[in-house]
């Protein structure tokens, strides 16, 4: 099956954008979704569809997908944003792929 | 609000067998693909089965299938995976979650279930 590929970890001040890439062959043809994962807790939806907000997800938190990566904004980054952040693609009904993951750590 | 609620895992011996069950409420759950996800810290989040609304169509991944079963009971708002030849590399969390109406991702996940595989 396809491969996702993230950054193990990346570190922000607060007040600052975070970016966290998902790299994967042709990735702009396919839909990406992001969860963020705090410690402990199960995951949750923050962007789907690339770049959609489900409500409730502040604006700061935004995705663009292009090429062979797509990527996941916080902007104005804050204490409580630190967490892991995957991606997902669904490519068929049996090849649902997530990316290994990114520790968000917040300065 | 949605709820996602599993229940049923354990510590179990390899070659055994484990059933785990999803109950659902704060919306109609008949509408709406379910699917189990796991999770541990080498592989990270793997995906493992789906059911749709009628359990017409059931998919696995490669490693469970044959394995484990996927079922629902819309009556009672619930979903289940059946898991037997329990194998170490079945350890997980496991998640049940509810697919989007495009069905190609989670909206709501529950809280998780911890399965054990070990002698």
């Known amino acids: 099956s396809d491969v996702l590929t993230q950054p193990p970890s990346v570190s922000v001040a607060p007040g600052q954008t975070a970016g966290i890439t998902c790299a994967g062959n042709?990735?702009?043809?396919?839909?990406v979704h992001w969860y963020q994962q705090k410690a402990g807790q199960a995951p949750v939806l923050v962007v789907y569809?690339?770049?959609d907000r489900p409500s409730g997800i502040p604006e700061r938190f935004s995705g663009s997908n292009s090429g062979n990566t797509a990527t996941l904004l916080i902007n104005r980054v804050e204490a409580g944003d630190e967490a892991d952040y995957y991606c997902?693609?669904?490519?068929?009904?049996?090849?649902?792929?997530f990316g290994g993951g990114t520790k968000l750590t917040v300065l | 609000e949605v709820h996602l609620v599993e229940s049923g895992g354990g510590l179990v011996k390899p070659g055994g067998s484990l059933r785990l069950s999803c109950v659902a409420s704060?919306?109609?759950?008949?509408?709406?693909?379910m699917n189990w996800v796991r999770q541990t810290p080498g592989r990270g989040l793997e995906w493992v089965s789906s059911?749709?609304?009628?359990?017409?169509?059931?998919y696995y991944a490669d490693s469970v299938k044959g394995r484990f079963t996927i079922s629902r009971d819309n009556a009672n708002n619930a979903v289940y995976l059946q898991m037997h030849s329990l194998r170490a590399d079945d350890s997980a969390v496991y998640y049940c979650?509810?697919?989007?109406?495009?069905?190609?991702?989670?909206?709501?996940w529950g809280q998780g279930t911890l399965v054990s595989v070990s002698s």
């Open positions: 979650a509810k697919a989007a109406p495009s069905t190609d991702h989670f909206d709501y």
């Open positions: 704060g919306f109609t759950f008949s509408d709406y693909t």
């Open positions: 059911i749709s609304l009628s359990s017409v169509y059931i």
């Open positions: 042709n990735i702009g043809s396919s839909s």
């Open positions: 569809d690339d770049s």
């Open positions: 997902q693609v669904w490519y068929t009904a049996t090849d649902v792929v």
